[in-house]
Structure formats: C-alpha cells, structure tokens
C-alpha cells in the first residue's frame, strides 16, 4: 500500500512538472514583440512615449530700475499651444518629445513715457526682424535676462533673449537695445 502511495505522489508530480514546462511560450517564439502586445490589446500603450517640458505652465516676472530712471518689466510664461516636437522612431516604441515655447512681455519706461511694450516671441521675430539669418521655427526661447549698460549704449536698458534648438543643441542669444522711440536687435553670441 506504501509503494502504490509513492507511485501516486510520484505520478501526480510529473504531471504537474510536464504541464508546467509545456507552458513555456513557444507559442510566441516566432513572433515580434509588437505581434504579441497587439495580440494582447496592450501595443498602444507600449508603443508611445510622449513627454512635454516643461510638463506645466511657469510664469517669471522680473521688475528692474535702472540708476538712469529706465523701468524694465518682463513677463516670462510658457505658451501651451506651440511647441517644438522632436521624435525618436524605436523598434518597438515611437518617442515624441514636445518642448513647449515661451513668450515675453516687455515693458520699457522712464517716468511717464513707455518706450517699448511688446510682446515677444517667434512671431515677432518673423514679422519685423527680417535680417536675422537663419530660422527659429525649431527653436523655443529658452531665458531671457537684463543686461545693466554696456560701453556702449550707457544709461540704455538692454535685455537678452536666448533661443535654444533642442535637436542640435545649440543656443543664439539676441540683444535688444532699447531707446528713446527706437529698438535695435543684435544677434549677440551663439552656444
């Protein structure tokens, strides 16, 4: 009665074992990847990446007074309706990557008198800025800062605005130069 116990034990095991190793998936030994996940109802959710920066909108203010009386304002915020897409195409994933562009609002005043309230951003620069050499269509601005005087232009607020391409990483800084009724824009360095 002991060996028919061992004997039952023994084959139940082996069934057991048999029915586990022939579950090993050779069923998908010859098929992709993408075979298998669109089989399963999952290739769209394994097949995209899409990531956006900055994920949320930011906003930066910056209030400047200038020892010659000049007032400089400037709103930084990100614009969440254009963006630069730089995509990846994978074997099994297509990665797309959004880089969100900014605009800047600039205020420039002495006392009571405004001399430059704009709007900046790449429209602006491709309805009056003509002569700047190359595009920025795959470019965001990526920061913008003010300048006190330079040799040059004394007792003159100037402000700098850096355009960066994600896809070659590269940076342009342009100067703008802001005086009485007049602007002036200089490409000033590039990174």
Known sequence: MFNIMKLYYLLTLSVIVISFTSCDGRDRLDKTPQEVLQENKLLD???????????????????????????????????????????????????????????VNVLVTKGDKTYFDKTIDKDFFAKTETHIEGSLTDKYIKNVWVQDADNTFKDTPIFNIEFFSPTTNESVIYKFIVSENVYLITKSSKK
């Open 45 to 103: 959710s394994f097949s995209k990446n899409i990531t956006y920066t900055p994920l949320n909108y930011n906003e930066v203010e910056n209030d400047t007074l200038f020892s010659s009386g000049h007032r400089v304002l400037i709103k930084y915020y990100t614009d969440m309706d254009n963006n630069i897409l730089v995509s990846n195409q994978e074997v099994s994933a297509n990665y797309k990557h959004y880089y969100r562009d900014f605009s």
